[in-house]
């Protein structure tokens, strides 16, 4: 199975500071078709987990544009530009290039 | 709107058989793949289950192969999960994700497998 092993797992932040979280698989995410089938989840406290980006950079409809993501091969980063209360959460990268999908562990942002 | 809603969750007894059920709307659920994702209470998310629109193509975890069963009804827009010989590790909020790729997900039903 791939391993997604992310970075930190705790991240405290400041009001209107960025942040960033990283992610690296054990294998290469780069898919048969040439994409690369990386995903970013964020789950607040208390709901389901939402898709936030997919195929590395590209944000779902209706994320802020304060989130981006970037990265190849195996190494990729979600970043958040300016931190607001409500992006309080866990954090969670997922590769779909392989069976069985797999997921890091999550990473807790928190405001400090 | 995308809508996926789980139900069947409970309460059951190590060795006992419980059986999950997802309605979806919103979109046209037989062109979709769907998944079980699950979370253990405070815990990360674990795969658990995909199968294609057909219902052609079935993958399982390796910890609940043998045990659980994936099934759909694109006439009911409806998406199973049959689990048997439940386990005290199985205990996890189970979500239904749309696409083979997962992106919308329900709001989960919460499985507590305990004597």
């Known amino acids: 199975d791939v391993v997604m092993t992310q970075s930190p797992l705790s991240l405290p932040v400041t009001l209107g500071q960025p942040a960033s979280i990283s992610c690296r698989s054990s294998q290469s995410l780069v898919y048969s078709d040439g994409n690369t089938y990386l995903s970013w989840f964020q789950q607040r406290p208390g709901q389901s987990p939402r898709r936030l980006i997919y195929k590395v950079s590209n944000r779902d409809s209706g994320v802020p544009d304060r989130f981006s993501g970037s990265g190849s091969g195996t190494d990729f980063t979600l970043k958040i530009s300016r931190v607001e209360a409500e992006d309080v959460g866990v954090y969670y990268c997922?590769?779909?290039?392989?069976?069985?999908?797999?997921f890091g562990q999550g990473t807790k942002v928190e405001i400090k | 709107e995308v809508q996926l809603v789980e139900s069947g969750g409970g309460l059951v007894q190590p060795g006992g058989s419980l059986r999950l059920s997802c309605v979806a709307s919103g979109f046209t659920f037989s062109t979709y793949s769907m998944n079980w994702v699950r979370q253990a209470p405070g815990k990360g998310l674990e795969w658990v289950s995909y199968i294609n629109p057909s219902s052609s193509t079935i993958l399982y975890a390796d910890s609940v192969k043998g045990r659980f069963t994936i099934s759909r009804d694109n006439g009911k827009s409806s998406l199973y999960l049959q689990m048997n010989s439940l386990r005290a590790e199985d205990t996890a909020i189970y979500y239904c994700?749309?696409?083979?790729?997962?992106?919308?997900w329900g709001q989960g039903t919460l499985v507590t497998v305990s004597s």
């Open positions: 997922m590769q779909g290039t392989h069976w069985p999908r797999t």
């Open positions: 994700v749309r696409n083979w790729n997962p992106d919308y």
